[in-house]
């Protein structure tokens, strides 16, 4: 679908409104989000993505509309598994619960920008050089095997490459100063550990992106459709990781799912010549198996033993 430069300025400014909403109006003092305000703010994250599809219906018809919430339930389930890794860096770097939402909004906001650059690369691919498609089809396959056998995130954000050189570039404070990322001692310009977990945060969401932005261009090429999809998706990541921060645990049947869905669209995109199937199939399968991945885990011994434990 053709869209032109003004929609591209008038979504990207939205966004910035929205975050800066988000960081100096409500969030202007730092404070530990509560399972309130984070389940409001997932709410409307998710209302936003949906009302979105619906102007897109609007605008376009059912087809691309069907393609951005395909490209959208699927970012969005694939980016649960980036709550885990965040858990992991915020433990790691022993980033205090009050400075934890300033860290995700900063780093979404970093690693909106290098998906941009992502998406645009992924989709001058698919588009000069049609053998690409089976190379992401490949890739998607084997990181779906590959989640399916794993034994968890193996993720360790002090090897970071990007963590690495800045710690070249700039000295860094031993503790965090409120919630500053840089500042002067002695005359010199010091980084704090919050930067560090800002650009860790940033840096892991896109190599992560690497098995899901191929999965959204498997159900649609066009690059607006797959950035607002990855948008309103890490967007309303903030928000559910506050929600979910601690349940992660009981999801402990979501890794299966997450894994065939990425072995599906993987397949998807290898038969692509031979046979495509509709958007509304794609979609279904999609949402079916993370759902059905989600009511597994809830079913599971940690179910039963919650209930018994209210139960006493």
């Not at 409500?26 to 936003?48: C, K, P, T």
């Not at 409120?178 to 840096?203: F, H, K, S, W, Y």
């Amino acid at each position: 679908m053709h869209v032109d430069l003004w929609i591209w300025g008038a979504f990207v400014g939205f966004i910035i409104a929205m975050l800066v909403v988000d960081l100096f109006v409500l969030h202007r003092g730092a404070h530990e989000v509560g399972l309130r305000e984070a389940g409001l703010w997932s709410v409307i994250w998710v209302v936003l993505g949906l009302a979105f599809g619906v102007i897109v219906w609007i605008w376009e018809g059912p087809a691309p509309a069907g393609q951005y919430l395909a490209g959208y339930v699927i970012e969005r389930s694939l980016s649960i598994d980036n709550l885990f890794v965040f858990a992991l860096i915020f433990g790691y770097f022993a980033v205090p619960t009050v400075y934890q939402h300033r860290v995700l909004m900063w780093g979404v906001m970093g690693a909106l920008v290098l998906r941009a650059v992502f998406i645009a690369a992924g989709v001058t691919l698919l588009e000069s050089f049609h053998w690409t498609t089976y190379v992401f089809g490949a890739l998607l396959l084997v990181t779906g095997i590959r989640l399916a056998r794993s034994s968890g995130n193996h993720v360790d954000p002090g090897r970071n490459p990007v963590l690495r050189l800045l710690h070249r570039l700039l000295p860094m404070t031993a503790a965090y100063d409120d919630e500053r990322m840089v500042v002067r001692r002695e005359g010199r310009l010091m980084a704090t550990p919050l930067l560090a977990v800002v650009i860790v945060v940033a840096t892991t969401d896109v190599v992560f992106a690497v098995d899901s932005i191929p999965a959204v261009l498997a159900v649609t090429r066009d690059p607006f459709l797959v950035f607002t999809s990855n948008a309103f998706a890490i967007l309303g990541l903030r928000a559910l990781y506050f929600l979910l921060a601690g349940m992660m645990d009981r999801f402990r049947h979501l890794k299966i799912g997450l894994a065939a869905v990425l072995v599906f669209v993987g397949v998807k995109m290898l038969v692509s010549d031979v046979f495509e199937p509709p958007i509304w199939a794609s979609l279904a399968v999609i949402a079916t198996t993370i759902g059905a991945s989600v009511a597994a885990s809830l079913r599971g011994p940690w179910a039963d033993a919650h209930r018994a434990n209210v139960a006493e």
